[in-house]
């Protein structure tokens, strides 16, 4: 299990010594949530903050875009090679065409699906994407409780994959605590993103291991 900490939970007035915190503490990647005021009611940070990121770590980013106008927030942030880079399915009319766009300029190409949008728009797509990021929360906040109705997407989805013989990640965002994490490694998660139950920890490295189920 792969464990990402949403920085969005970070405290914004010591990012850097909150950023290094979480990479020592055992983060395999960064969460960066990009919210434009549109697709989501929040406004988060753009790419000179994530530069500034990139200088104090060599941790992976997943770069989680909540916009509107997708391809141009991609082509934005293609420039700083995340290890991803994920848009909404519900904000994208031509998911194929971009996902074939961003893996080009070497990048790994993820869809999100809000917590109401079924599995079977992951049909046709599935072999064009190196990830699928399932919210178990309404994005546009740090610190929202869980929907549990994640865990038939994930099954169904783990379903959809193995079928097509795929390559993809399941990774998971939104309430992801230390209760749910091992329900979620057995439904098929790959990936989970927390925020408030890591930074809100007294120890980010024992919250970090329980969330990687190891004790
Ligand atoms: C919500 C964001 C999440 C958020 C998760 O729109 O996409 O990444 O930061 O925060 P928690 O873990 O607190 O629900
Ligand atoms: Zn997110």
New binding site residues.
Partial sequence: MYVAP?L??ANFLKLEEDVKAVCEAGADLL?I?V?DGHF?PNLTFGPCVIKNIQKISNTPLDV?L?VQNVSSFVDMFLPLKPKFISFHIEAENHPIRLCEHIKKQGVNAGIVLNPHTPISMMKHLIDYVDLVLL?S?N??????EFLPLVYEKISELRELIDKKNAKVFIEV????NGLNASNLEEAGADIL?????IFSSKDYKTAISSLKLEF
Wanted: glycine share 24%.
């Fill in positions: 949403s969005l939970s969460h949530d919210m989501v989680h909540m919210m929360v994005p546009g906040f740090g610190g929202q965002d939104g309430g992801v993103v927390a925020g408030s139950y």
